[in-house]
Structure formats: C-alpha cells, structure tokens
C-alpha cells in the first residue's frame, strides 16, 4: 500500500466501520483516522521485521559466511526498507497534524511516533554498520588487488633470468580476467555503499522532522497541561474561598442568634421588673 493510498483512507468518504473492539463508529472521519493509524502500525510490524533480518545478516559481514549473494540480500533489503520508512514517515507525520484528537487517536499517535522513531534510529545503525564493515572489505580486497599486481609487475621484469622462478609464481597470480573481474567487483560494492550513505542521508531528513512535530506538539501538549493545571489551582481556590466565606457567614448568623437571645432575656427581665413594680 502506497501513501497515496494510506491517504485516501484518512480522506475517504464511507459509511462505519468496525473498531476493534467491535463495535461500529458512526463518524467516517474518526473510522478513517482509525484506519490509517492500524494500516500505519502493520507496516511498522513489517519494518521490524526486515530489521531483524538485516541485524541477522549485517553480523555476517566480515565472517567466513561473508559472500556475494549475502551483499546482494543486504543492499536489496536496507534498499527496500528505507523506501518504507520514508512512506510510513510521510504517515507518521500525517497524523501528528491530527486537530482535536480523542485520547485514543493521542495514544495512537504518542505510540505510532514512539515505535517510528526506535525503529528508524536501529535501522539507521544497522546502515552505518553495513557501510564501515563493507568499505574495510572494500579496502582489504583493494590492498589484495595491488598486492597481485605488483607481484606480476615484478616478475615479469625477471623473466630472462628466472623463468622457472616466474613458473611457479604463475600458478599463485591471478590471471588478467580475473583482476578485472575483482576491480568490477570492488567498483559495484563501492556504488552499493554510496547508495547506503545517500539512504542514511535522506532517513536523517524524515528523522529530524517527525522529531521536530513531536517535540512542538510536545510543546502544546505541556501547555494544555500547564493550563488544566492552573485551572485545577484556580478552582480549589475558588472553591477555599467559598467555604470560608460560608463558614464566616455561619459564625455571623450565629452571633446574631446569640445577641437576639440575650436582648430578649434583657427585655423579659425588664418587663418582668416593670409588671412587679
């Protein structure tokens, strides 16, 4: 599935759709970011697996187990995966464009933004590691290369005086073809490692800018909270203060009560002097 096509999931008109926990959404829009946020996590999954497959054959890189069709299977598989990652980097920072999200539309993007940036930055060090174990084959079969011509170069200046010397020399050079069939294959390697340098190049790019869009949403999310915060603050304040003044008018009504009563035992005692005198 292209982006184009992980596009016009988010964008396409329908009906509802199934969630997972099977009930049915009767907003297009929302089932549509649900989808494009499911189709996204699977390409993910499938990422992590060429990365684990890549870490399989960078570490036989070096080794006796190191041969042609392991390099092929190399270059092809961080070839693949790096057009991946920039297609589902291209996803991952659609999403982050979200406005309003639900809190579960936020768990996915935190998660989606998380599990990216972990699988690119593992990626990227299998690529960096492939290039230095390549290029210290690439050198190693270089200095062999020049080795052989400087031993046949050599030889060949002695050949009236030590023919049999050059005889059995001969039988441990390479011929010709063969040279230049191994200066091919330095030159090919050569071309397949620039290639790496060019994709680790282009993933640095897509890696910086889904950072960037998660550190200002970041920002925006600290902000929000910092404003739920203080209106937390402000409310209990608020609400302190009415208490407060609800007790105070509490203790002012029973003062009142107090003063009414003692007025009317004044009055009783001064009505009852009155009546008796």
């Avoid at 991952?92 to 935190?110: A, F, L, M, N, R």
């Avoid at 210290?136 to 080795?147: M, N, P």
């Avoid at 010709?176 to 290639?195: G, H, M, N, P, S």
Wanted: net charge negative.
């Amino acid at each position: 599935m292209s982006f184009d096509q992980l596009s016009s999931i988010e964008s396409g008109n329908g009906g509802g759709r199934r969630q997972n926990n099977g009930t049915y959404s009767d907003d297009p829009e929302s089932a549509n970011k649900q989808a494009l946020s499911q189709s996204l996590m699977n390409k993910l999954f499938h990422l992590q697996g060429n990365i684990s497959k890549l870490r399989s054959d960078v570490g036989l890189l070096g080794t006796r187990r190191d041969n042609p069709r392991l390099r092929e299977r190399i270059h092809v598989v961080i070839e693949e995966t790096t057009d991946q990652f920039k297609e589902v980097g291209e996803g991952v920072k659609k999403i982050q464009t979200w406005e309003d999200p639900t809190p579960t539309q936020k768990y996915s993007q935190q998660k989606l933004s998380r599990e990216f940036k972990a699988a690119l930055g593992e990626f990227q060090s299998l690529q960096r590691t492939a290039i230095e174990k390549q290029r210290a084959s690439v050198t190693a079969a270089k200095a062999a290369l020049d080795h052989e011509e400087g031993a046949e170069g050599g030889s060949s200046g002695n050949q009236g005086a030590l023919l049999q010397l050059q005889e059995q020399e001969q039988i441990h050079l390479a011929p010709q073809d063969e040279v230049d069939f191994q200066d091919a294959l330095i030159t090919e390697r050569e071309d397949e490692i620039r290639q790496i340098e060019e994709g680790v190049g282009d993933l640095n790019v897509l890696f910086q800018q889904v950072a960037q869009i998660v550190s200002e949403q970041g920002e925006v999310l600290e902000t929000i909270e910092s404003n739920a915060v203080n209106v937390r603050d402000d409310t209990r304040g608020a609400d302190y203060e009415l208490r407060s003044a609800a007790r105070y008018q509490k203790n002012a009504r029973s003062k009142a009560c107090c003063l009414l009563l003692i007025l009317a035992v004044i009055m009783a005692i001064v009505l009852l002097a009155v009546f008796l005198g």
